[in-house]
């Protein structure tokens, strides 16, 4: 019985007890509140429905949890009800009912912690949209991880989701990029907030080998040159790095296509033609305050260019017109203002404002011997995503960053993700995988088999707790999607792996020399193979590794 499986439980008692009473069922929530007691001698599960409703009914909360606590306790699955407090009742479930989680777990496999409450939701996840102006730094690195990681919770919830980059091969950025390849080509200095690194002297040399007296071209074509190669170089260099992180998109889309394909102009004419773009001092200006932003923003400069917003509000439109009900932006922490913005340009268009959800990232840190890291050998200024994963690995990277909320700032400690303790989060996991998977290999060596049929033997409390453990994984993960917070998932791992090495320590699974193998041996393997399975599934959700040898 997972937590859910009990919340619709007690409902359903809760209904007849008011019933019963005379009381309006009606003020019963959709779903009722349960959560496991920070103290496991006050039982298994607790919740808090007489609190919540007492007042409602003109109840004494007390003598309202007293009569539903008789009506748990009478329910199938649920062993012990009592109250506590001023209105709490802690429930202890039957055995039986309790672990009927594991063969659910084993019979759903891959699928166990995957539903359908976000069904009707039809997903644009744009996340990374590096500039192609350099390697990934940090920030951008955060964000691979955070985006796909937020991607695979998702669609395990349900959603249809597209992964999308927004390729900027429009503006100032790539004309600094590329006069930074054209200068070191021709040995000058970097010009004046130009690009520099090893990378821009290796893109400089591809391009030249690549077109034949390049550098005597006249400066217009020559420039040109370096920018449509140039930008071709770095940003299949972006897709690769990003594909051995284990980061892949669905779709890239060009900015310049937003010019190209005329969706900029058709937008503009739109916004002109509801009322929602008006002219002053020579320029056009959208009404975003009246959708909430601080101030109305030029669209239409006064010498006839398009401002940069311009291309964002077109995309946007563009994004809706595909059949995206819900747009997702994964932005920098130097974003803010654009959240008001992407919001504003929505409702201008016509569309739900809520339906727009922009999440801001926060600044990453490299620690080495208690010291900050600063400079990427070959970026020259920033540490890149290339530099992370030589120093750590694909899953420690991707594992580091994803296990934090993106709301705060985080200091990755290269020396810990290097050790392989349980100091080391992902390690700690893993770990736990690798350690189950020998067990299996053990037990076959036994020919001893699981069987799910006689988990109702598994009583002791250390079975209890991890058992609970396997109980919230859905609930872990229906969380995590409901509020884009994929770190929950990797939180709950490392309680997961604590719980199953408090099990292996407290409770023998595999008989010893010349012991018969007996029910609860088979039982405390599936209990085992359970666990193994909710470890794989939560760490394919972060998109990280489940290794059966460390």
Known sequence: MTPADLAALLRGVCQTVLTERGLDADALPETVTVERPRNPDHGDYATNIALQIGKKLGVNPRDLAQWLA????????????EIAGPGFVNLRLAADAQNSVIPTILDRAGDYGHGDDLADSVVNLEFVSANPTGPIHLGGTRWAAVGDALGRVLSARGAKVTRE???NDHGRQIDRFSASLDAAARGLPTPEDGYAGEYIDDIAGQVVAAVPGLLDLPDAERLETFRSRGVDLMFNHIKSTLHEFGTDFDVY??????????????????LKGNGNLYEADGAWW??????GDDKDRVVLKSDGDAAYIAGDIAYLKDKFDRGFNHLIYMLGADHHGYVVRLKAAAGALGYEPRSVEVLIGQMVNLVQDGKPVKMSKRAGTVVTLDDLVELV??????????????????????????KQSNENPVYYVQYAHARLSALARNAVDLGLQADPETV????????GDLIRTLGDFPDVVATAAELREP???CRYLETLAAAYH????????????????TDVNRARLALCAATRQVLANGLDLVGVSAPERM
């Open 487 to 489: 770190h929950r998932v």
């Open 70 to 81: 008789d009506g748990f306790a009478a329910a199938d699955g649920i062993a012990e009800a």
């Open 253 to 270: 889309t060009h900015e310049n296509s937003m010019f190209d394909r005329g969706l900029v102009d058709a937008c503009i004419a739109e």
């Open 393 to 418: 690995g694909v899953d420690a990277a991707r594992y580091s960053l994803i296990r934090s909320s993106v709301d705060v700032n985080i200091d990755i400690d290269l020396d810990l993700l290097r």
């Open 286 to 291: 959208l009404r975003s305050t009246d959708y």
């Open 502 to 517: 408090r099990f292996y320590t407290q409770c023998r699974v595999l008989p010893i020399g010349d012991e018969e193998p």
């Open 456 to 463: 109702g033997l598994l009583t002791e409390p250390a079975e």
């Open 165 to 167: 980059y927004y390729f």
